[in-house]
């Protein structure tokens, strides 16, 4: 086909062969071009520009010649239906914002050079100074984010950030810290409980105990302060293991009656398209959001290659509905579950600690289940108390 016709469109008429001498007189008198259009035995077909068409067609309804337009195409045509689709427009024109703006904002972050840190670490400093996928290039200051990150975070000692393309290298070599010691303050060992002393295990510190004496709980048991008679008071953290003999009440209910969470109901779904850091809301499950649910945030990162992170995200708000129903336990299941969270807990509190007697009251009553029990044990009752010193 001509080029001419394809950029200023065309029209395919079609003419029955008896009206063929009488069509190319027309065409002839009135400066009419045309090329051939695939005619037959049975009709004559005619290819001509769109403004030649027109005044053709015309013609044929001034003398009355029936005639049938085939086919229309071209630029113009093609332009028209594209234009007439406001989606396809509005993603061609995104589509070419996206290819204009992509010098201009960073797509992805590539990190080399560490160690016990990972990317994705490196990657959050650097959006704690406001730096990411879809920051503005032109806009990037790197010699001012590199130092604001190396004085944030004392386990970098040396960044570098390379901007090429839309694509951000940092480089980077880790400090390597001698562990921090914890400040601790000076501190008594006293009784967490009450007891008799069985035996003491010292530290450091001053014991002020013996094996076979009562204390009371709070009761000092290894002190922190050495009378210095020479030189004044000395300060330390004492510490040790005071076993003694002591004895703990508990006291455990289970209700026959509890709530029960049930799940039922249809799901109820947000997406949103997170372009750069700017959201784009485009499905929404139909309904109402129920008043019961528990909500799951789903972030999933869309790339056309894999490991390059690019400013597309598919953002997922789940609504996962339920309702709470009363829910009933019989006497010997919330016996045997009373039971369960009674030795849980002896055994959190002894630690270790060895069991001398357990005695147990039980009570079934018409709500539910109530356990007394007492233990008497070797327990290690030594607690921290730590204290200022005031050098005024």
């Not at 990037?140 to 944030?152: F, G």
Request: proline share 5%.
């Amino acid at each position: 086909m001509n080029p001419a016709y394809w950029l200023l469109g065309y029209v395919t008429v079609r003419i029955e062969r008896t009206y063929a001498e009488q069509v190319l007189n027309l065409c002839m008198h009135g400066g009419i071009v045309y090329l051939d259009g695939g005619s037959d035995a049975d009709c004559l077909r005619l290819c001509l520009r769109t403004r030649h068409a027109s005044r053709l067609c015309a013609r044929l309804e001034r003398v009355q010649v029936p005639f049938v337009i085939e086919k229309r195409g071209g630029v113009p045509v093609y332009a028209g239906q594209f234009l007439r689709r406001p989606g396809l427009v509005l993603g061609l024109l995104c589509a070419v914002a996206i290819v204009l703006s992509s010098e201009l904002f960073v797509f992805d972050i590539r990190v080399s050079g560490n160690q016990t840190l990972t990317a994705a670490q490196i990657k959050g400093m650097l959006a704690e100074q406001g730096f990411g996928p879809g920051s503005f290039i032109p806009g990037t200051d790197t010699d001012k984010l590199e130092n604001s990150v190396m004085i944030a975070h004392d386990e970098i000692a040396w960044l570098s950030v390379n901007i090429r393309g839309n694509v951000a290298s940092v480089e980077l070599i880790e400090q390597r810290l001698p562990p921090k010691k914890p400040v601790l303050l000076p501190a008594h060992v006293v009784a967490g409980q009450s007891g008799e002393v069985v035996s003491v295990q010292l530290w450091r510190g001053n014991v002020l105990v013996a094996a076979g004496q009562q204390v009371q709980k709070g009761e000092i048991l290894i002190a922190g302060v050495y009378d210095g008679r020479t030189g004044g008071f000395r300060f330390t953290r004492a510490s040790g293991q005071v076993l003694a003999k002591t004895a703990y009440e508990f006291r455990v209910e289970v209700p026959y009656e509890y709530q029960k969470k049930v799940y039922e109901g249809e799901i109820f779904e947000k997406k949103s398209l997170i372009f750069y850091s700017f959201p784009i809301k485009f499905f929404e499950s139909t309904g109402n959001c129920p008043p019961l649910c528990d909500k799951i945030d789903i972030v999933e990162n869309y790339s056309p290659l894999p490991g390059v992170d690019l400013p597309l995200c598919l953002h997922t708000e789940r609504y996962v509905p339920y309702t709470v129903h009363a829910a009933y336990r019989t006497p010997q299941s919330a016996l045997t579950l009373a039971h369960r969270e009674l030795s849980m807990q002896i055994a959190h509190t002894l630690q270790g600690g060895e069991l001398l007697s357990k005695h147990v009251r039980t009570e079934i009553g018409e709500q539910g289940v109530v356990l007394y029990a007492t233990v008497v044990c070797i327990a290690d009752i030594a607690a921290v108390q730590e204290f200022e010193i005031d050098m005024k």
